[in-house]
């Protein structure tokens, strides 16, 4: 069982940077691929970056950067040029593989609002 706790949510600027943290339980996250995805009101979620193998989505590769720290058992997610079409609840979530799909993941952190103003 891997119990993930995001953070590092807020209100920022339209241009603006945050880093998201998540923060899992457990004694083998360094055998999960870790993904982050959001869901923006109204809208299904997406995925936005994952890593084992690296991916990123098109929409935010030039402006978002996911790692990891498996000593500190946290999976990080930078977010440069914020624009206010990337507010959403964002999520950290837990896979067997890296994967860009939603089902792919098995455990699900409550996630963080993430609000862009323009």
């Known amino acids: 069982?891997?119990?993930l706790v995001?953070?590092?949510g807020g209100l920022v600027q339209a241009g603006g940077s945050l880093r998201l943290s998540c923060v899992a339980s457990g004694r083998t996250f360094?055998?999960?691929a870790?993904?982050?995805f959001r869901q923006a009101p109204g809208k299904e979620r997406e995925f936005v970056a994952g890593i084992s193998n690296t991916y990123i989505a098109d929409s935010v590769k030039d402006r978002f950067t996911i790692f990891r720290d498996n000593a500190k058992k946290t999976v990080y997610l930078r977010m440069n040029s914020l624009k206010p079409e990337d507010t959403a609840v964002y999520y950290c979530a837990a896979a067997l593989?890296?994967?860009r799909r939603?089902?792919?993941y098995i455990?699900?952190?409550?996630g963080?609002?993430?609000t862009v103003s323009s």
């Open 1 to 3: 069982q891997v119990q």
């Open 6 to 8: 995001e953070s590092g």
């Open 30 to 32: 360094s055998t999960y």
């Open 34 to 36: 870790m993904g982050w």
């Open 97 to 99: 593989a890296t994967s």
């Open 102 to 104: 939603s089902d792919a």
């Open 107 to 110: 455990y699900w952190g409550q």
């Open 112 to 114: 963080t609002q993430v």
